[in-house]
């Protein structure tokens, strides 16, 4: 069945490291996104990429790098730079010709600690 | 101002119940506009895409007013798998498919 998978599903991480999150899909989207969730607020985009070897910031890159060369895959990786990075990470994909009536699909999302 | 907003709650219902949500929106370009259900703790998961004419899907009913910016949705006859948080989201005109996502509003359905 076509997907979107993040692994892992939980990190935890100490202070001063940097990490980075998978996220896969094989829907053969153009478009991938990746978002963060806090407790009571909306999701958030952190950067998003339409084609491979391109990518643009969103609201809240500060901390945060990725890389986009393959169609497939869109890592993210939460540097020691971003001051608040406990969070649950959700990757989405759409189809990058306009159909966002059909929204997007998102990843089971990794839920990350620092600790 | 928020671009999408939406009253947190949470609505406590009973079982059967008819229960409306609310949301609006602050820019007259967006283009596209859907309600995500989100479980706790769990990814969001599309529950039905908003159209100006108005859509139903079974006991689900979304409603659009450009004019007011204001979309609603509608569930009928409530049942206790219908507790969920449910996410306001609109698409704007421009690059990126780029989705701006409400904070959720909070139903839970009791016996």
């Known amino acids: 069945d076509g997907g979107i998978t993040q692994s892992p599903k939980y990190l935890f991480r100490k202070e001063g490291q940097n990490v980075t999150l998978s996220c896969e899909q094989n829907?053969?989207?153009?478009?991938m996104y990746w978002y963060r969730q806090d407790p009571g607020q909306g999701l958030r985009l952190i950067y998003y990429?339409?084609?491979?070897?391109?990518?643009q910031k969103g609201d809240i890159a500060e901390g945060y790098s990725v890389s986009r060369e393959k169609k497939e895959s869109f890592p993210l990786t939460v540097t020691s730079a971003q001051k608040n990075p406990t969070a649950f990470y959700l990757c989405?994909?759409?189809?990058?010709?306009?159909?966002?009536?059909?929204?997007?699909?998102f990843g089971s999302g990794t839920r990350l600690t620092v600790v | 101002r928020k671009e999408v907003e939406q009253d947190p709650g949470p609505f406590n219902v009973p079982e059967g119940a008819t229960v409306a949500f609310n949301c609006t929106y602050s820019?007259?370009?967006?283009?596209?506009f859907f309600w995500y259900r989100q479980d706790c703790r769990k990814e969001p998961k599309l529950l039905m895409s908003?159209?100006?004419s108005g859509n139903e899907d079974g006991r689900f009913t979304a409603q659009l007013n450009r004019a007011s910016q204001y979309i609603s949705l509608l569930i009928r006859d409530s049942k206790l798998s219908d507790s969920a948080t449910y996410l306001c989201?609109?698409?704007?005109?421009?690059?990126?498919?780029?989705?701006?996502f409400g904070t959720g509003t909070q139903l839970k359905v009791e016996l």
């Open positions: 829907l053969n989207h153009d478009a």
């Open positions: 989201v609109v698409k704007l005109t421009g690059g990126g498919n780029k989705l701006t």
């Open positions: 989405a994909s759409n189809s990058a010709d306009g159909r966002a009536r059909n929204g997007y699909t």
């Open positions: 820019n007259s370009a967006s283009q596209s």
């Open positions: 908003v159209y100006s």
């Open positions: 990429s339409q084609i491979v070897n391109d990518f």
